[in-house]
């Protein structure tokens, strides 16, 4: 029995050989992203098995989509997008079970009557009301986790912008939850 050395591939041979159909570039594509795919959507569920479902209808959605891939920016921030899409379509088709709300570790504890006071909808909607780029940049670098270099990449913005629009967004989150009646200290909001 002869073994063959596994190749390796540039990005770009990864791309072309997953278009045109090469098991073995889609292979070596989905074991190299599929580890850091899985960790950003375990950040979202305990449950293994949910979450390897969604990586792997992200998968399918990256492969589908593969050939629209214009080698420009980051070949994992575009597959992370893809994937973090297919995620929010399975918990917005599965709202009624999963109520969640992913506060980065850098936050403050919410009070603990604070429950009594808002309400995840409350969030959710001040979020919504948001201006479009400033509900974007919130979004991507307080649920996402992006970076501001890649949130500036993605959205065709300066740095200097991204952090602006994120500091607009958490002035007027906390606006409207304070008027709705949370008067928690002003604490950083993301």
Same mark, same amino acid.
């Given at each position: 029995?002869?073994?063959?050395?596994?190749?390796?591939?540039?990005?770009?041979?990864?791309?072309?050989?997953?278009?045109?159909?090469?098991?073995?570039?889609?292979?070596?594509?989905?074991?190299?992203?599929?580890?850091?795919?899985?960790?950003?959507?375990?950040?979202?569920?305990?449950?293994?098995?949910?979450?390897?479902?969604?990586?792997?209808?992200?998968?399918?959605?990256?492969?589908?989509?593969?050939?629209?891939?214009?080698?420009?920016?980051?070949?994992?921030?575009?597959?992370?997008?893809?994937?973090?899409?297919?995620?929010?379509?399975?918990?917005?088709?599965?709202?009624?079970?999963?109520?969640?709300?992913?506060?980065?570790?850098?936050?403050?504890?919410?009070?603990?009557?604070?429950?009594?006071?808002?309400?995840?909808?409350?969030?959710?909607?001040?979020?919504?009301?948001?201006?479009?780029?400033?509900?974007?940049?919130?979004?991507?670098?307080?649920?996402?986790?992006?970076?501001?270099?890649?949130?500036?990449?993605?959205?065709?913005? %300066?740095?200097?912008?991204?952090?602006?629009?994120?500091?607009?967004?958490?002035?007027?989150?906390?606006?409207?939850?304070? %008027?709705?009646?949370?008067?928690?200290?002003?604490?950083?909001?993301?």
């Amino acid at each position: 029995m002869k073994l063959f050395a596994k190749k390796t591939f540039t990005e770009e041979e990864l791309v072309r050989g997953c278009v045109d159909n090469d098991r073995r570039a889609q292979e070596a594509f989905y074991r190299m992203f599929f580890p850091e795919m899985l960790r950003m959507v375990m950040r979202y569920t305990r449950d293994e098995d949910t979450a390897l479902e969604i990586v792997n209808n992200g998968f399918l959605r990256v492969f589908k989509k593969l050939n629209t891939f214009a080698f420009k920016g980051s070949l994992e921030g575009w597959v992370r997008r893809l994937v973090y899409h297919s995620m929010a379509d399975h918990f917005r088709d599965n709202a009624r079970y999963y109520n969640f709300l992913v506060l980065e570790e850098r936050d403050q504890a919410v009070p603990e009557r604070g429950h009594e006071t808002f309400y995840e909808e409350d969030i959710l909607q001040a979020v919504r009301a948001l201006p479009p780029v400033s509900q974007s940049v919130f979004k991507l670098y307080a649920i996402e986790g992006y970076s501001h270099a890649e949130i500036a990449e993605n959205l065709n913005i %300066s740095e200097g912008t991204s952090k602006w629009h994120l500091s607009t967004a958490r002035q007027k989150l906390r606006e409207h939850l304070e %008027s709705i009646g949370y008067t928690a200290r002003r604490e950083r909001l993301a």
